[in-house]
């Protein structure tokens, strides 16, 4: 049973464009919502996360929107760059606990110049 | 530099040949975790570490053992490999304490291990 769905799975933007991924979560109990990126031969970094007391969360370019009531939340990059091509997870997790993210299937992403 | 490091990174082997995939990390973390990460299934945790001497299962345990006997290293153990647990394995720490630090999980860059 997958508790966090993503898509797209893989997603092709033109540079300066705005890219735009979703997730949906299952289990209430969540209470932090990370995405990572993870580039070919490394592990995923943190990108920015969320908690679902706050509707939304920019940092620089990447913009995460949650919906509580919906149990969707959405990462948004603005202004996206070729730099920015990586495969992005979306991830749900309790912060106390065993803290076990459980990660989405991952979105690929290409940012063409 | 604050990191996670991984040995070997690319590991081949046969059915039933233990083996063992070592995680250090050099920020004092208290907590660690093993996870896999399968094509179409994002990444799914295998053991954790709340502290030294403290380990429990993660989601998919099966066929895996870890000890945390120092706070730093986070070893992962196959005792008798099988194919299906070729996979891309990844190490990560977080602080204890505070929701917002410990919720934050550092990853290793990854052990790609194939299993004939």
């Known amino acids: 049973q997958q508790q966090v769905k993503q898509s797209p799975q893989s997603l092709i933007v033109q540079k300066g464009g705005i890219s735009i991924i979703n997730c949906a979560y299952e289990?209430?109990?969540?209470?932090?919502f990370p995405w990572y990126q993870q580039f070919p031969g490394k592990g995923p970094a943190l990108l920015i996360a969320?908690?679902?007391?706050?509707s939304e969360k920019k940092e620089g370019r990447f913009t995460i929107s949650f919906n509580k009531s919906a149990k969707q939340f959405s990462l948004h990059i603005m202004d996206s760059q070729p730099g920015d091509s990586a495969t992005y997870f979306c991830?749900?997790?309790?912060?106390?606990?065993?803290?076990?993210?459980?990660f989405g299937s991952g979105t690929r992403l290409q940012v063409q110049p | 530099e604050a990191q996670v490091t991984q040995n070997p990174r690319y590991l081949i082997t046969v059915t039933g040949k233990k083996l063992t995939v070592t995680c250090s990390q050099n920020?004092?973390?208290?907590?660690m975790s093993w996870y896999r990460q399968d094509p179409g299934l994002g990444l799914r945790q295998i053991y954790y570490?709340?502290?030294?001497?403290?380990?429990d299962k993660g989601d998919v345990p099966e066929g895996y053992k870890v000890s945390r006997k120092e706070k730093r290293n986070f070893p992962l153990i196959l005792e008798s490999p099988s194919p299906n647990q070729t996979s891309l394995y990844f190490c990560?720490?977080?602080?204890?304490?505070?929701?917002?630090?410990?919720?934050?999980?550092?990853f290793g860059p990854g052990t790609r291990l194939t299993v004939l």
């Open positions: 991830a749900a997790s309790k912060a106390t606990g065993r803290r076990a993210l459980t």
């Open positions: 969320i908690r679902p007391d706050v």
């Open positions: 990560a720490s977080s602080l204890n304490g505070g929701r917002a630090r410990q919720a934050e999980q550092f």
């Open positions: 289990n209430t109990a969540f209470d932090y």
């Open positions: 570490s709340m502290n030294v001497e403290v380990t």
């Open positions: 920020m004092n973390h208290e907590y």
